[in-house]
């Protein structure tokens, strides 16, 4: 949720929950199904499993509006598949001429080579350094290194997870999630 977070600059208002146990023994739920509502008008279903059988890695972010739909999955973390209403679906892979500064910034090896989860976490680091150097330097950090995740976005996170429980315990319904604000 998270995630979903960022890429759309909303947060998760309230959700619904379905938590199960399919392995005996286990303390904790092995599949869960969260619905849930952001501050802009969007929704989001997550769906995360400890036994989805075939499904390794199996992260993935489908974002669907009134201009098209956009798919990236973890598997192939050098593609964005872009599907424009009534339109054919196309590729873009990272690193190729033409992608926003922003696309630019988070790529760090060249067209060919994978990247992914591992050099995200780089990206944050480097974010926070560009932050800390600017302060330290007195003078205003670049604009691009200002997207890195804050201690409220943590507590959002925290509160979800808190909320989702809370829907599951209650068979699903809906829960409010506590704003927090900086």
Known sequence: MHLASFITGQHVESLSADFSSTIAGRELEDDALVAFRMSGGAVGRLWTSAIAVGRMHGL???IFGEKGGLRWQQEQP??????PVGGASS??????AGL???????????????EGFFGAFGNIYADIAELLRARRERRQPSVL??????????????AAVHAAVASAKA??????VPAFNA
């Open 60 to 62: 993935a972010v489908q």
């Open 78 to 83: 050098n593609q964005l598949q872009w599907t």
């Open 91 to 96: 590729i873009i892979e990272r690193g190729v």
């Open 100 to 114: 926003s500064p922003e696309a630019d910034r988070a790529s760090r090896v060249t067209v060919g080579h994978a």
């Open 145 to 158: 290194a200002c997207a890195y995740p804050t201690a409220e976005d943590g507590l959002r996170s925290i």
């Open 171 to 176: 068979r699903g319904i809906w829960v409010n």
